[in-house]
């Protein structure tokens, strides 16, 4: 059974569309990711879960109950704030317990919880500080701690980590999904970092432009994306998108007076995906130019031009040292990707 499940719902401001028949289902315990670029309609989607936006048609249901009309209080869920949303004038103890005082939870289980909740986020020796006097990662683990104290079973975040350097948001995306995995709580995470996306999440809901573009497993979004914008948002760099020519029987492109076919095929609307890391650099195949290259540690990403297209090869910075201005390439014919134009 679904924990979470949304059926045909929309958001409306007006005749303005934030979000348009969303169909979503979430099982207890599951690591959903939304996932997408601004103004996709992934936060709102999130505060229409929360509560804190009214559905314009449709259906949202939490553990087999339709919530459209419960009060964001009597939902079960706690929600971490891309701000941090702390109190300044008080400490990281009382930021904490501030939600349960508001319930009036007796003082010993306020305490109780604050003590168990502080040693799983590490916060111990942080509980009188002020939060001026904390790291960003320190308030994000105090806005953390004050969302699972609650012992709500659904944590519903928004953008948590984006105000935090790269090293740090690494260590906490790992607290997060151990910290998700240890208590079994249901989260749904937004984000738009593809990075985060794809360590964390059971699943990913890639949004664009209020609509669902594809949704399942990270490894399923990567490997084979059904749709061009999956194949374009997701890698790094993004996939390739290769558009040809058609002469009635096949699909090819122009290189340097050469013709390369693609696909055999009658259809002539179709265009070609290919990832960077599924093209190599070979002795012999087609010859290319190097346009630059990008340096990236252990890998480099090589720039060139494909018929009128510029493409990006991903390989192993060691096979680059000798490289001179031209390359030969070649690729698997199962590597390639194929869509609807």
């Known amino acids: ?33 939304f996932l997408g670029p601004s103004g996709c309609g992934k936060s709102t989607t999130l505060r229409l879960i929360a509560g804190l936006e009214e559905v314009s048609s449709g259906q949202i249901e939490i553990d087999g109950k339709n919530v459209n009309n419960t009060d964001p209080a009597n939902r079960n869920v706690s929600m971490v704030f891309q701000s941090y949303a702390l109190f300044p004038h008080l400490n990281v103890a009382e930021n904490i317990i501030f939600g349960l005082k508001v319930r009036k939870v007796e003082k010993n289980e306020r305490n109780s919880r604050l003590v168990k909740v502080a040693e799983i986020v590490g916060l111990e020796d942080l509980l ?9 990662g320190q308030r994000q683990r105090v806005a953390l701690a004050r969302a699972i104290i609650s012992d709500n079973p659904i944590c519903l975040m928004d953008e948590p980590l984006s105000n935090l350097d790269a090293k740090l948001r690494h260590q906490m995306r790992v607290e997060i999904r151990e910290l998700q995995k240890k ?25 664009n432009e209020g609509h669902i573009v594809q949704q399942g497993k990270p490894k399923e979004l990567f490997e084979n994306p059904s749709h061009m ?113």
């Open 1 to 33: 059974m679904n924990y979470i499940q949304l059926k045909d719902v929309s958001k409306y401001w007006g005749t303005t569309k934030a979000v348009e028949n969303l169909n979503i289902e979430i099982k207890k315990g599951e690591f959903v990711i």
């Open 128 to 136: 009188k500080r002020k939060p001026s006097e904390l790291s960003g």
């Open 183 to 207: 208590l079994g709580i249901t989260m749904i995470y937004v984000t738009h970092d593809q990075t985060e996306a794809m360590s964390m999440a059971d699943k990913i809901v890639l949004m």
């Open 229 to 341: 914008f999956t194949a374009k948002f997701l890698g790094n760099p993004p996939m390739n998108i290769i558009e040809t020519e058609h002469d009635g029987e096949s699909h090819f492109i122009n290189h340097n007076g050469e013709k390369i076919d693609f696909r055999q095929d009658n259809k002539k609307d179709l265009v070609f995906g290919l990832r960077p890391e599924d093209i190599q650099v070979s002795d012999k195949g087609i010859k290319c130019h190097v346009n630059f290259l990008d340096y990236q540690g252990s890998e480099t990403i090589i720039n060139t031009t494909l018929g009128i297209h510029e493409i990006n090869i991903k390989t192993d910075s060691k096979k680059t040292d000798d490289l001179n201005q031209e390359i030969h390439i070649k690729w698997n014919t199962k590597d390639i990707k194929v869509f609807e134009k």
